[in-house]
């Protein structure tokens, strides 16, 4: 009976990806409390391993070396009696159907806790096999963000580890510009900063600085702004003064008529009644009726004579009045509140036979 010779170390057996290479390995330490731990628990998630489907020679190990050097520092048995890995810990990803990059980034950044400097140095790695990608679309797979990755990128152009790329590839697999051409000025703009430094030049000044400043014709400019703004509010003054009195009547609905005095023009001018009416009532109703010309017409047909201009002394005196009514108000429903709120004294009558 023939006995097959058992490697020493599963390293002897298979080689291991470039990409499983970029994240940082363990300590020893941590594989030895991870293989204590398989010993015991059994091992829960296989390896990988990647390559072409039909050529067994080109397999290489994309997951796992972690696990597999835990098992082997603390005598756990690998290799079947062939010599080879046993089949119940890996798994097999054909190389058409993954990208091995994506898929050591995808099975073990969200689950190691990286530092930012291990994550900077993933970022380099992965940039070394893959530079045609975008910065974003590594930092969607890092899970850092994309100013990061366009730091680490542009340290490695200088220093010649990457060649730079006129094209970049994007997540959805575009081809995009890697620099943007820089933004070309207006023409128009261009050629008003032209005409500034053109003039600047021929008054002796230099591009920028300010024309020296000629104070009499700037005050003089200030004078008349100053006049001109006075006779403006002297304006607004006066179109107050006169659209206040029956432009308030209707802003404020204080009321140009009584009810009485409304229901008395229209009793007139209703037909079952106004043949009925007396000279006396259609009189009234007359004047009545005559009172509302101001609020009827427009400014220019019917302009409000001189007495109803209002001064600014009769102006604060209606708004004090105002005030004062309201106030009372306030005054007599707080009262009636407070008596509504007071108990009444109950009258007890006398007992016979008491003292006065």
């Known amino acids: 009976m023939t006995t097959i010779k058992q490697p020493k170390s599963w390293r002897d057996v298979i080689k291991v990806h470039p990409a499983a290479d970029m994240l940082p390995a363990m300590t020893a330490d941590e594989k030895k409390a991870l293989g204590e731990d398989i010993k015991k628990n059994r091992l829960h998630q296989r390896v990988t391993l990647y390559g072409s489907f039909n050529a067994v020679e080109t397999w290489q190990l994309l997951d796992g070396r972690n696990r597999l050097d835990a098992m082997e520092l603390v005598g756990v048995p690998i290799f079947a009696t062939d010599g080879t890995i046993r089949d119940d810990l890996w798994a097999f990803r054909p190389d058409y159907q993954v990208d091995p990059y994506e898929f050591v980034l995808s099975a073990n950044v969200h689950r190691r806790h990286l530092t930012p400097e291990q994550k900077r140095d993933v970022i380099a790695k992965l940039l070394k096999a893959q530079p045609e990608k975008s910065d974003r679309q590594i930092a969607g797979q890092i899970k850092v963000s994309p100013s990061t990755v366009g730091k ?64 009499s014709k700037w005050q003089a400019e200030v004078d008349r702004l100053k006049a001109e703004n006075d006779g403006l509010r002297a304006e607004i003054f006066e179109m107050k003064r006169a659209f206040w009195g029956w432009g308030n009547v209707l802003k404020r609905r204080t009321g140009a008529l009584t009810k009485a005095e409304y229901n008395s023009i229209l009793s007139c001018l209703h037909p079952d009644s106004r043949n009925s009416a007396s000279e006396a009532k259609l009189g009234s109703a007359f004047r009545l009726f005559n009172r509302l010309r101001y609020v009827m017409c427009n400014d220019q047909e019917m302009p409000f004579p001189e007495k109803y201009h209002p001064t600014v002394q009769e102006l604060k005196a209606r708004q004090q009045y105002v005030a004062e009514k309201k106030a009372a108000e306030k005054a007599a429903k707080r009262e009636a509140r407070r008596a509504a709120k007071t108990p009444q004294p109950v009258a007890t009558a006398k007992v016979l036979g008491d003292a006065p």
């Open 152 to 215: 680490v990128r542009k340290g490695m152009e200088t220093s010649g580890d990457v060649s730079k790329l006129d094209t970049r590839t994007d997540a959805r697999g575009r081809k995009q510009q890697a620099h943007k051409p820089p933004k070309q000025k207006d023409p128009a703009i261009a050629a008003a900063a032209d005409r500034a430094v053109a003039r600047s030049a021929l008054m002796g000044a230099t591009p920028g600085a300010e024309p020296p400043v000629d104070a």
